[in-house]
């Protein structure tokens, strides 16, 4: 079974459009993450959530919102894509305190 | 906030040779958590291995080990023996306990094991 699993793996949309990123952990962890890994390959914390409360916020445009209905879940919401937002999306997961980090294996979002 | 430095950002190999990966890093903390990460060409981030600041014991795994030196804030990470799996890019990361869980990430260096 697959520890964090996020969904869809690609995605491909036009400027402007609003899209959903899914993401499950069956570890039981209490603290889940998003990331952004740029053209670069540069990782970005962009949110963190523990119990279902935000805990980090980093610089990111309020276009993007995450929503945790459960400790098991994290989805991440984007409005009005634009072009920049192309980039591959991971989640990730951990105890609190981490030992480490779990990964999804990642969302390629191509903004047309 | 702390910084992850990478400063090799392409390496090669030969297949079953040893290559040293270098990573710095910067922070006042005396308690910290370092790791290395691979992401090969399939995209997944996968831990290699973990290093407690408070051990001075180099963490091992396998053909996997690291050179931590705490004062120079230095943590390399040797690939013995090296494998064509082995290809990928490494990603050094910093984690502070009691932050959020914020892990900082290096930009990475990109290896290429070579037949």
């Known amino acids: 079974d697959t520890a964090v699993s996020q969904t869809p793996k690609y995605l491909v949309t036009q400027m402007g459009n609003d899209k959903s990123i899914k993401c499950e952990q069956n570890?039981?962890?209490?603290?889940m993450y998003w990331y952004k890994q740029d053209s670069k390959k540069f990782l970005k914390i962009m949110f963190s959530?523990?119990?279902?409360?935000?805990?980090i916020n980093e610089t990111v445009p309020n276009r993007f919102s995450p929503k945790s209905p459960d400790k098991a879940h994290l989805n991440l919401h984007i409005n009005s894509l634009e072009l920049g937002d192309s980039a591959v999306y991971f989640c990730a997961s951990s105890l609190l305190p981490a030992e480490k980090l779990f990964f999804g294996s990642g969302t390629q979002l191509s903004v047309l | 906030a702390q910084t992850v430095t990478q400063s090799q950002p392409e390496m090669s190999v030969q297949e079953a040779e040893t290559v040293t990966l270098s990573c710095t890093y910067d922070t006042s903390e005396s308690n910290y958590y370092l790791f290395w990460y691979k992401q090969p060409p399939s995209r997944q981030m996968i831990l290699v291995i973990r290093q407690e600041a408070y051990k001075q014991q180099n963490a091992t795994e396998n053909r996997f080990s690291v050179n931590f030196q705490k004062a120079a804030k230095s943590f390399s990470l040797k690939i013995s023996d090296s494998q064509l799996g082995d290809t990928a890019m490494y990603f050094c990361a910093f984690m502070k306990p009691n932050t959020g869980n914020q892990f900082y990430f290096g930009t990475g260096t990109s290896l290429t094991v070579i037949p």
């Open positions: 959530y523990n119990n279902k409360e935000l805990i």
């Open positions: 570890l039981g962890h209490d603290t």
